[in-house]
């Protein structure tokens, strides 16, 4: 072999076979990163998520302990009717969506 030899290069095919190999091995190193970098981003908004959804319990907790008896049934009271609204509501809508699917 001359040393000219080394420098021809690969025939047109291998060398298409070579550059396919080449972006597998590199989709395969993208993969891995993507995921890795999906997945802490993931863990990182969901610690986010519950840290203030601790917040918000504690704050729930802290008001709910700082109201009289009196302060508290009335709170229900108001809160039973804003659920009977929602009950309500989405039984309606129920209804109009069977009545649609049976056209």
């Known amino acids: 072999m001359e040393d000219a030899d080394l420098y021809k290069g690969f025939s047109p095919e291998k060398q298409a076979e ?3 190999w080449l972006m597998q091995r590199a989709d395969q190193g993208i993969d891995e ?10 863990r990182g908004v969901k610690d ?7 917040q918000v319990f504690e704050q729930s907790r802290e008001a709910e302990a700082g109201r009289s008896e009196e302060e508290k049934a009335a709170r229900m ?3 039973k009717s804003i659920e009977d609204a929602l009950a309500d509501g ?3 809508a129920s209804r109009q969506r ?5 056209r």
Do not use: F, I, N
């Not at 986010?48 to 601790?54: G, I, L, N």
């Not at 069977?98 to 049976?102: G, N, V």
């Open 33 to 42: 990163r993507v995921r890795k970098a999906v997945e802490e981003r993931v």
């Open 48 to 54: 986010k998520m519950h840290e203030t959804m601790k």
């Open 98 to 102: 069977r009545r649609r699917l049976r």
């Open 18 to 20: 070579y550059e396919v």
């Open 90 to 92: 989405l039984r309606s």
């Open 77 to 79: 009271a108001e809160l």
